[in-house]
């Protein structure tokens, strides 16, 4: 029960009801509680104080001032909601805020290397790690030389005529070993394969294990190269620009017949939008673009914003500010695009969004519910250049331009 409690955090939404130095609301440190020993603030304040209402954003200024630049920056990073919707628990210790018994395990783990300091182990070894972990693929590699390629129901997998592997052969001392080998003779997309791979063999032992379930080998190949070439798909891709050499927007059409945009239909208009991320100095830009049924430009927006943690809460910025654009504007007949399919695919859930940023999916859904007509699609980078583009030029900028 002190393992659940302590995992519990409060998601700020009207911020009202949690208190500044007493209670945990922090995206960060084990506690998830501010470190700062508390100063000009009452203690019993709540951190409402920090917000400047009337903007809806932070008291920056202030902030700095009470707090390590550390947590000012983590405090600022919070997205701030509009919908003035009561405070919510979620679940601190997983990225969904959603309980399980895997994040407590690993939570505790965690807390054990806070504590007796990390292994001094090969630096080698930490490097060849690291790379796995950083394959763009859906599933991570959680595994024992056995279950992953000793195994002889691994091994028909291996084998398989589709297995970049399928001709090998030989023993491994560890997995780190087998990993350096796949390192050696493979390239970037054999490698995500083979990590994909990897992943879905270990699934099929818990699943033959707990639920008598089990995959064939052609199925476990087969799902693995779908999951990857969707991946492809989802992640962005050049822009017309970067292909061409074109740096300037003037330069750039906002229409191109040789990619796939598709005008909406007659009465109806499209909302491409789209955002760029700066990880090193957590800011973005917003790239909206409407057009009507003739494919003519109705609407064009670019604008900078600051303190934004990730490129996925980034995505959720463009498409909030899209929605309110168009709700601003009277627009009822609307499809919007985005390139985002983590977050198009968070918007058209129908289960409640419990993560740290979901206060964002939940102001979105709540406006695009008021306005029955309006849907929501991914459309693959390719189709949405001209976004991507106002959201480039968008970096330029130091407030909004419509």
């Known amino acids: 029960m002190d393992l659940v409690k302590r995992g519990m955090v409060w998601r700020v939404r009207n911020w009202k009801s949690i208190k500044v130095w007493k209670d945990k609301w922090l995206q960060s440190h084990s506690t998830f509680q501010v470190q700062t020993v508390p100063n000009s603030i009452s203690p019993e304040a709540t951190v409402s104080i920090l917000i400047d209402e009337e903007r809806h954003a932070w008291k920056k200024e202030m902030i700095d001032e009470v707090f390590k630049q550390d947590e000012a920056r983590l405090i600022c990073n919070i997205p701030i909601s509009s919908s003035n919707a009561v405070d919510k628990l979620i679940w601190g210790f997983s990225n969904k805020g959603v309980f399980s018994v895997n994040s407590i395990y690993f939570s505790e783990l965690d807390t054990k290397k806070l504590i007796l300091g990390e292994s001094s182990s090969s630096s080698q070894d930490q490097i060849q790690w690291h790379r796995i972990w950083k394959l763009c693929v859906s599933g991570k590699v959680e595994s024992v030389l056995h279950v992953l ?33 796949f390192l050696t003779r493979l390239d970037s997309d054999s490698l995500k394969l083979i990590s994909d791979i990897c992943y879905r063999l270990w699934t099929r032992r ?122 601003e504007l009277g627009f009822e007949l609307v499809e919007y695009e985005s390139d985002a399919k983590n977050v198009v695919d968070a918007i058209n859930s129908n289960s409640s969004d419990m993560s740290w940023p979901g206060q964002i999916i939940e102001d979105i859904r709540l406006i695009m519910a008021s306005h029955q007509t309006w849907k929501l699609s991914f459309i693959r980078r390719e189709g949405n250049q001209a976004a991507y583009v106002m959201a480039k030029f968008g970096l330029s900028l130091e407030s909004e331009l419509v």
């Open 206 to 327: 818990n699943q033959f294990v707990f639920d008598n379930q089990f995959a064939s080998p052609s199925m476990v190949l087969k799902s693995a190269a779908a999951n990857v070439e969707l991946f492809k798909e989802a992640r962005p891709a050049p822009s017309i620009g970067e292909e061409n050499g074109i740096s300037n927007l003037a330069e750039m059409p906002l229409f191109d017949s040789r990619r796939k945009w598709r005008a909406p239909i007659p009465s109806w208009l499209k909302v491409n939008l789209d955002a760029c991320f700066d990880k090193i100095q957590q800011n973005m830009s917003i790239g909206i673009v409407i057009r009507d049924s003739s494919g003519d430009v109705q609407v064009m927006l670019a604008a900078p914003r600051s303190f934004v943690p990730s490129a996925y809460i980034a995505e959720c910025y463009a498409l909030l500010r899209a929605v309110s654009l168009c709700q």
């Open 149 to 181: 390629w000793e195994c002889p129901a691994a091994g028909d997998v291996w084998g398989d005529g589709a297995s970049p592997v399928k001709k090998w052969s030989g023993s491994f001392a560890d997995f780190p070993s087998l990993w350096s080998e």
